[in-house]
T-cell receptor
Framework: DVKVTQSSRYLVKRTGEKVFLECVQDMDHENMFWYRQDPGLGLRLIYF???????EKGDIPEGYSVSREKKERFSLILESASTNQTSMYLC?????????????FGDGTRLSIL | AQSVSQHNHHVILSEAASLELGCNYS??????LFWYVQYPGQHLQLLLK??????LVKGIKGFEAEFIKSKFSFNLRKPSVQWSDTAEYFCAVKPHNNNDMRFGAGTRLTVKP
């Protein structure tokens, strides 16, 4: 069974801090994704990656960056955290294919910026 | 990029009632369609998916969805809901030729015992 592990379930940081959210998957998936989930807005794609050292912007990349140095790990970075980045962050992975491959999600990191 | 609309934000039903959650998408090409469910405190799980073939797709726990290409819709149905179906449901669409998935805003389902 696919396992997507996010390093923290809950995280509290201060405004202006640099924040790292880590995600590891154990199924050798090539695709990895970062979303934020907010009430009434569903899941919004921040960044995704199709391969090591490769990244693509999603719908809301502003204020975020990502790093994919190894295939199994995809990090989301908040360069200077702000209160509007308080949210639930979800990592997902999938295999490339003919488009029918579902995404497998981690448990999420609930991030609060004070 | 493609977009997904879920028109019902919160649906409240009694046990044994029938369920239909709407999902519409906008994208001009061939798509793959998914429904995910998130039970309270749990991670998102795949409920069912449409790739090709029979537009009526059956998933886990008695759920099904019908792809109507002319209406750009992929509505989720269940003939008789249970209290344990209380969860948030997300529709997602992915173009056939890439892996860029987009999600709807979600529909919260509350089933009263």
């Amino acid at each position: 069974d696919v396992k997507v592990t996010q390093s923290s379930r809950y995280l509290v940081k201060r405004t202006g801090e640099k924040v790292f959210l880590e995600c590891v998957q154990d199924m050798d998936h090539e695709n990895m994704f970062w979303y934020r989930q907010d009430p009434g807005l569903g899941l919004r794609l921040i960044y995704f990656s199709y391969d090591v050292k490769m990244k693509e912007k999603g719908d809301i990349p502003e204020g975020y960056s990502v790093s994919r140095e190894k295939k199994e790990r995809f990090s989301l970075i908040l360069e200077s955290a702000s209160t509007n980045q308080t949210s639930m962050y979800l990592c997902a992975s999938s295999q490339p294919g003919q488009g029918d491959q579902p995404q497998h999600f981690g448990d999420g990191t609930r991030l609060s910026i004070l | 990029a493609q977009s997904v609309s879920q028109h019902n934000h919160h649906v409240i039903l009694s046990e044994a009632a029938s369920l239909e959650l709407g999902c519409n998408y906008s994208y001009g090409g061939t798509v793959n369609l998914f429904w995910y469910v998130q039970y309270p405190g749990q991670h998102l799980q795949l409920l069912l998916k449409y790739f090709s073939g029979d537009p009526l797709v059956k998933g886990i726990k008695g759920f099904e969805a019908e792809f109507i290409k002319s209406k750009f819709s992929f509505n989720l149905r269940k003939p008789s809901v249970q209290w344990s179906d209380t969860a948030e449901y997300f529709c997602a669409v992915k173009p056939h030729n890439n892996n860029d998935m987009r999600f709807g805003a979600g529909t919260r389902l509350t089933v009263k015992p």
